[in-house]
């Protein structure tokens, strides 16, 4: 599995954009981008995936970058309850439920009043 | 519906307790799993179920017996365990369909064991 690189912590002002990036530089053809983040002491909670293409929901925007070596989790307005440990996996999706979440350490998000 | 129950929130357990973890879904979802994750750890993989069957035992310890009695279940099984098996222990669920595959996670049971 491609293993990913993320700071272990970053500060963002509540209502402002949060920008989390990620480096994935052993990243496969056919690895997809997937966000968790887990607020502490709940279960991990899915955000967003990508392959190639940028995606956005309700949650949050995914920038992958044109050769998928690194992408960028963003929050547009930020809020306390954004708080959270954010983890950022690369996993292959060969289909099927033998597929593994790998986790990393994650980049704590501090959102500031 | 797009949870995942799990109980008890809390338990502690002696080493010479036999106890169960409880894990359940109602999204139709045919994968199920089990992580166990220790404080300021990222979770870590001990269990796949697919469709009923046990499709990866990432070299967990016999202490630990999973099941999963039907789609909707699956049970954790712990006896004589260690002080250093405490930790929170997540349970997800996912479909198998084509080339997504997203996990969703339950809230956990933070066990303790003495």
């Known amino acids: 599995d491609a293993k990913t690189t993320q700071p272990p912590s970053m500060d963002c002002a509540e209502g402002r954009a949060a920008n989390l990036p990620c480096n994935h530089s052993?990243?496969?053809?056919?690895?997809?981008v997937y966000w968790y983040r887990q607020i502490h002491s709940q279960g991990p909670q899915y955000i967003i995936h990508g392959l190639k293409n940028n995606e956005t929901n309700e949650m949050a925007s995914l920038i992958i970058t044109e050769d998928r070596k690194s992408s960028t989790l963003i929050l547009p307005h930020a809020t306390l309850r954004d708080t959270a440990v954010y983890y950022c996996i690369v996993r292959p999706n060969y289909g099927g439920a033998t597929n593994k979440l790998i986790f990393g350490t994650g980049t704590l998000l501090a959102v500031q009043p | 519906d797009t949870e995942v129950t799990q109980t008890p929130k809390h338990l502690v357990m002696g080493m010479t307790n036999k106890k169960s973890l409880k894990c359940e879904q109602h999204?139709?979802?045919?994968?199920m799993y089990w992580y166990k994750q220790k404080a300021k750890k990222p979770p870590e993989l001990m269990f796949v179920?697919?469709?009923?069957?046990?499709?990866i035992n990432e070299s967990v310890p016999s202490r630990f017996s999973p099941e999963c009695p039907n789609s909707s279940l699956l049970n954790l099984h712990l006896h004589a365990l260690q002080p250093e098996d405490s930790a929170l222990y997540l349970c997800a669920s996912s479909h198998i369909q084509g080339l997504q595959e997203t996990q969703y996670f339950g809230p956990g049971t933070r066990l303790l064991v003495l």
């Open positions: 052993t990243i496969s053809g056919n690895e997809y």
């Open positions: 179920y697919s469709y009923e069957k046990l499709s």
């Open positions: 999204m139709g979802h045919r994968a």
